[in-house]
Nanobody, 121 residues
Framework: VQLQASGGGLVQAGGSLRLSCAASGRTFSSYAMAWFRQAPGKEREFVAAVSVSGGRQYYADSVRDRFTISRDSAKNTVYLQMNSLKPEDAAVYYC???????????????WGQGTQVTVSS
């Protein structure tokens, strides 16, 4: 599976962005999908994940109630809708695919190249 993340950019605090991650190959529907992020000088951290079926979503406490993860199997795409953005949300965001839904990076076998999100205060 090859993953291509897009949708990052510069937004003011309180604004919204929607990230997309397009997957190539016919096995997209077999993978759980997740978003991670990494800010400068910090470790990569879990943001959100969605199960293979799309029926279960998991979120980091820091983004729950502000971010929504979803997947569209017809388009082989996973989305991250980010609302009420804060300066501390600024990071490079990575999408990932793995066999089961989990919050640990080690679970995911495939990674996109990352998309930069900048939030101005």
């Amino acid at each position: 599976v090859q993953l291509q993340a897009s949708g990052g950019g510069l937004v003011q605090a309180g604004g919204s962005l929607r990230l997309s991650c397009a997957a190539s190959g016919r096995t997209f529907s077999s993978y759980a999908m997740a978003w991670f992020r990494q800010a400068p000088g910090k470790e990569r951290e879990f943001v959100a994940a969605v199960s293979v079926s799309g029926g279960r979503q998991y979120y980091a406490d820091s983004v729950r109630d502000r971010f929504t993860i979803s997947r569209d199997s017809a388009k082989n795409t996973v989305y991250l809708q980010m609302n009420s953005l804060k300066p501390e949300d600024a990071a490079v965001y990575y999408c990932a695919a793995g066999p089961v839904v989990a919050s640990t990076a080690q679970n995911y076998n495939y990674w996109g190249q990352g998309t930069q999100v900048t939030v101005s205060s």
